[in-house]
């Protein structure tokens, strides 16, 4: 099992930034990719990031050249920088992690990011 703990949210004026920070513990080894995805109200949930053991990272379209998602030296923490925010990236991101590249089996409780205009 593992267990993601995220913080960092909050609420940011538009143009500002965030960075959410998820901490995983347990059987951590088993992990091949984390990402960061967001649900806002009345709609489904969404990819926003996500990154593999490898370094590799893919971003929605929405968020490209905005946020960035990156690991920390340990590997256990993974971390979405989010700059040049907008009204619009108003949601709760919640941290994932997968045994494999595109299974999503571990999920955190979600952090509320809340852009004013």
């Known amino acids: 099992q593992v267990q993601l703990v995220e913080s960092g949210g909050g609420l940011v004026q538009a143009g500002g930034s965030l960075r959410l920070s998820c901490a995983a513990s347990?059987?951590?080894?088993?992990?091949?990719?984390m990402g960061w995805y967001r649900q806002a109200p009345g709609k489904q949930r969404e990819l926003v990031a996500r990154?593999?053991?490898?370094?590799?990272?893919n971003y929605a379209d929405s968020v490209k050249g905005r946020f960035t998602i990156s690991t920390g030296n340990a590997k256990n923490t993974v971390y979405l920088q989010m700059n040049s925010l907008k009204p619009e990236d108003t949601a709760v991101y919640y941290c994932?992690?997968?045994?494999?590249?595109?299974?999503?089996?571990?999920w955190g409780q979600g952090t509320q990011v809340t852009v004013s205009s």
């Open positions: 994932a992690a997968g045994e494999g590249p595109y299974s999503w089996d571990y």
């Open positions: 347990g059987s951590i080894f088993r992990i091949a990719a």
């Open positions: 990154i593999t053991s490898g370094g590799s990272t």
